[in-house]
């Protein structure tokens, strides 16, 4: 079955760029239905949604992030990345990957929105110096 | 963006006993763009829920979801002892995509 895996690393320092890449095995990345996506959960809090990219290229971005956030995909390695740049301690979190099916609206059209499933297991980041 | 609230925020039952969650919206939401999410400790949340009511494959037939509008709820008729979790809606018809804070079933 399909499955997501973070990789990157568990520490950076403030004002630097947090880099995570999204691993997808079991299946292909090159889905037209499906987008890719970027969770966040700083401890002991809730989920707050990052953004999402087509296969194509084709991005959302939560816009409380987006002007610090990029999203890109590589289709060869079946793989997806985050960077987030100019961190501080506030974005210290368990970072998520995870697959967004997006809901059919009929007539072949696509919301580029959707529920999420799988999960990757979630990687800790933490800002600090 | 569209602002989700899950009420209570804990939730104290025992195994057996049936557990009512709510989740209401700042703003309308059609039904075919809410889901729910169980999270347990350690773990990354997993979908129950999508649809407001569409059970993902594999979750048991104990977890139903209802609602339209502003107000949804997610019930679980009998609580088993793997069900006490955190639990989250999450809203995907407007961008930003929003979640709730969450509630927590605990055993009572």
């Known amino acids: ?129 | 963006e569209n602002v989700l609230t899950q009420s209570p925020g804990t939730l104290s039952l025992s195994p057996g006993e049936r557990a009512t969650l709510s989740c209401r919206a700042s703003q309308s939401v059609s039904s075919t763009y809410l889901a729910w999410y169980q999270q347990k400790p350690g773990q990354a949340p997993r979908l129950l829920i999508y649809g407001a009511s569409s059970r993902a494959t594999g979750i048991p037939d104990r977890f139903s979801g209802s609602g339209s509008g502003t107000d949804f709820t997610l019930t679980i008729s009998r609580l088993e002892p793997e069900d006490f979790a955190v639990y989250y809606c999450q809203q995907y018809g407007d961008s930003p995509q929003t979640f709730g804070q969450g509630t927590k079933v605990e055993i009572k």
């Open chain 1, 1 to 129: 079955q399909l499955q997501l895996q973070e990789s990157g690393p568990g520490l950076v320092k403030p004002s630097e760029t947090l880099s995570l890449i999204c691993t997808v095995s079991g299946g292909s990345i090159s889905s037209s239905i499906h987008y890719w996506g970027w969770i966040r959960q700083p401890p002991g809090k809730g989920l707050e949604w990052i953004g999402s990219i087509s296969y194509s290229g084709s991005t959302y971005y939560n816009p409380s992030l987006e002007s610090r956030v990029t999203i890109s995909v590589d289709t060869s390695k079946n793989q997806f990345s985050l960077k987030l740049n100019s961190v501080t301690a506030a974005d210290t979190a368990v970072y998520y990957c995870a697959r967004v099916i997006l809901y059919y609206y009929g007539s072949g059209r696509y919301s580029p929105f959707g529920w999420l499933d799988p999960w990757g297991q979630g990687t800790l980041v933490t800002v600090s110096s």
